[in-house]
């Protein structure tokens, strides 16, 4: 029981990554109806940039308490800001004339915007592998056999976190809500002088932020980061978002940590299933999409983004 | 039309013999044996493009049915299991797979959107790699099967020259451009055509849209099922590692290039990418570190030059370097070709920013 409850709590963490991507996928396909493949790579780039602002904090081991604190606040804020920046760039250059063109044309290019990136990732930081500084302790809470570490906390937290506040944000703000009536009707939204070229740079700006702060949770919980990461990890993201429901927040979530902790049970619990778990997660995207296309919250919840 | 008929049959029997003459022309067998890969490349665009550029389904994970196609051959012809098909026979074996692969990804997945569909097919290629990896016990994991059987003709074994794959690629494309031609020009290319355009409207015009799309799937792995036996006859080895992501997406820019949906365009882009990278960016590293840059080595940034050229065509020029002369004179099929509709729609929509 104690290994089951452990391989939930890692389950949890690692889904907390899933599902801070997947929420970029899931916003931006709730607003333009398009698989932004390069988002998963605008995830790795956050690792990379998060370690490049470490190397100008001068961090380089464990940091306590303050200095902790203002290190990661720090750390995960400019990672967010520059993610984001990068993310609108690539919606203002590449998909942006492709929006009223066939489907299949802004996929295609958002599949060359993601080699392109992996690409530049390669050229900045080499093609191994690249070890990512130890700052946060590694002893955490032990409950009854099952232990929660410091950075499995971070995960979870920061990502419970960042949704609370992206719900409230669309369900409050102005943008949110032109980000709401842009998804259900971009041609109507514009009739009500709501600049949609803003409102989607936005919604790329909050994905791509979001994706950031996940770059930095995983450079911190798997101590290493490589410029290939953003693929796989994009591919299981894109499930998530599908599993909870394409443009529903909420569902990108739910997702994201039902993701994570299938694929750490089915590592504890499938023979060889360490080798097993992509194509257990990617069987779990088909039989979603055969069987419930709309996800697990796509109906109770219809609202996109 | 008629009068251009024997000019074009000139044209296609200068072509030919040119091809034929080559490997006795050109004694330098990596040239023949690069042309011998580049043309396995040309099987696998002809079949993409099948699904892509006349079905108008976009497969992320087409490299899957050519790895099923290698391994077919690999499994049913090599000291693996004992078993020893011939070469000829596990060309229309490894297709006939290939084709029952199609089928069974297509039969449950067809009903999605384009791009789900396409994400399902990326999960699929990424699982059957994945597949021949873990089931070591049958594949050797990650060393992959290698002595294949040579594959002989009137009982002479090809030996370890290209010359005779060449001949044998040769003739499978000439097979395979046939097959192409006619198939979109047939009623299935024509229903193809109407499913691409408007699935709805084409339902509703009493196209079995099921059917049609199915017939893509089976068809296009085909082909590549053809080019994994091949490739790996010639190879005399297969691995997991070659059939991975970055192969679905070197074919897919092979067409972006070309010309999706025309026949000789992406023939053209397949051979040009082959060409860039077989010889091109190892000729252009040589160069860079013979003049002191030795840190240079563009062939690990062919990646790179795939998502330009995917992303660049797609902004500049959607219908890729040679869209269809034929479909530019009929105005209608011009007007009713995705990626051409998607260029008129941009420079519709820019003339009226202006």
């Known amino acids: 029981m104690d290994v089951f409850l452990q391989q939930v709590v890692n389950g949890l963490s690692l889904g907390a990554i899933y599902a801070l991507i997947a929420l970029g996928y899931t916003m931006v396909y709730g607003v333009v109806e398009l698989i932004n493949f390069a988002h998963g790579d605008v995830y790795t780039l956050g690792s990379f940039f998060s370690l490049a602002i470490l190397a100008a904090l001068g961090v380089s081991g464990e940091l306590h308490g303050a200095a902790l604190l203002g290190v990661v606040v720090v750390t995960v804020l400019a990672a967010m800001l520059l993610c984001g920046i990068v993310g609108v760039l690539i919606e203002r250059l590449a998909y942006r004339r492709l929006r009223n063109a066939p489907r299949l044309a802004p996929l295609i290019t958002a599949i060359g915007m993601s080699f392109i990136l992996e690409n530049v990732m390669q050229l900045w930081r080499g093609p191994s592998p690249v070890p990512f500084p130890p700052v946060i302790p590694n002893p955490g809470v032990t409950l009854g056999g099952v232990t929660v570490t410091t950075k499995e906390g971070l995960a979870i937290v920061l990502a419970l976190g960042l949704m609370v506040a992206l719900q409230l944000f669309i369900a409050n703000s102005k943008l949110g809500k032109a980000m709401r009536a842009t998804a259900q009707d971009r041609e109507a939204a514009q009739l009500m002088g709501i600049n949609v070229n803003t409102t989607i740079a936005a919604t790329f700006l909050i994905g791509s932020a979001l994706a950031g702060a996940a770059g930095f949770v995983s450079g911190v919980y798997y101590g290493t980061t490589w410029f290939f990461n953003g693929f796989q990890a994009g591919l299981k993201a894109f499930t998530a978002a599908v599993l909870g429901g394409i443009g529903n927040i909420a569902g990108a979530m739910l997702g994201g940590f039902s993701i994570g902790l299938i694929e750490a049970i089915a590592t504890q619990y499938i023979p060889a299933g360490a080798q097993w778990s992509n194509v257990v997660v990617f069987s779990v995207l088909v039989l979603v999409l055969i069987f419930r296309p709309s996800g697990l919250l796509g109906e109770a919840l219809p609202d996109k983004v | ?354």
């Open chain 2, 1 to 354: 039309m008629k009068g251009r008929k024997p000019v074009r049959a000139l044209r296609l029997g200068l072509l030919a013999a040119v091809l034929l003459v080559v490997p006795f022309a050109d004694h330098n067998n990596a040239h023949v044996d690069f042309l011998a890969n580049a043309g396995a490349f040309v099987l696998l665009a002809l079949g993409l493009n099948i699904v892509v550029g006349f079905a108008g389904l976009l497969d992320l994970g087409y490299a899957a049915f050519f790895a099923i196609g290698s391994y077919s051959y690999a499994i049913f012809a090599s000291q693996q299991f004992g078993l020893h098909v011939p070469f000829w026979i596990m060309l229309f074996v490894a297709a006939a797979i290939a084709a029952l692969f199609g089928i069974l990804l297509g039969a449950p997945t067809l009903r999605l959107r384009g791009d789900y569909l396409a994400i399902v097919t990326l999960g699929f290629g990424e699982i059957v790699p994945q597949t021949f990896l873990n089931l070591a016990q049958y594949t050797n994991g990650p060393n992959g099967i290698g002595s294949l059987d040579q594959p002989s003709l009137f009982g002479r074994p090809f030996g370890f020259s290209a010359t005779p794959y060449y001949y044998v690629v040769l003739g499978l494309i000439a097979l395979g451009i046939v097959a192409a031609r006619n198939l979109q020009h047939s009623r299935l290319g024509r229903a193809w055509m109407a499913i691409r355009e408007d699935e709805l409207a084409a339902r509703h015009m009493g196209i079995n849209a099921t059917t049609a799309k199915l017939s893509a799937f089976a068809l296009g792995a085909a082909f590549s099922g053809v080019a994994g036996v091949a490739y790996a006859a010639k190879l005399d080895l297969v691995s997991p590692d070659q059939f991975g992501f970055n192969v679905s997406v070197l074919i897919l820019s092979m067409l972006v290039l070309g010309g999706m949906g025309n026949v000789a365009g992406v023939i053209v882009g397949s051979l040009v990418l082959s060409f860039v990278n077989s010889f091109l960016l190892p000729q252009a590293s040589n160069i860079a570190h013979t003049a002191g840059f030795t840190y240079l080595d563009f062939t690990n940034y062919r990646f790179m030059l795939y998502g330009v050229i995917l992303v660049g065509m797609m902004l500049l020029r959607p219908a890729g370097l040679l869209p269809s002369a034929k479909r530019r004179a009929e105005l209608e099929a011009a007007l009713t070709d995705p990626a051409l509709a998607a260029h008129e729609q941009t420079e519709y929509e820019g003339a009226h920013a202006r």
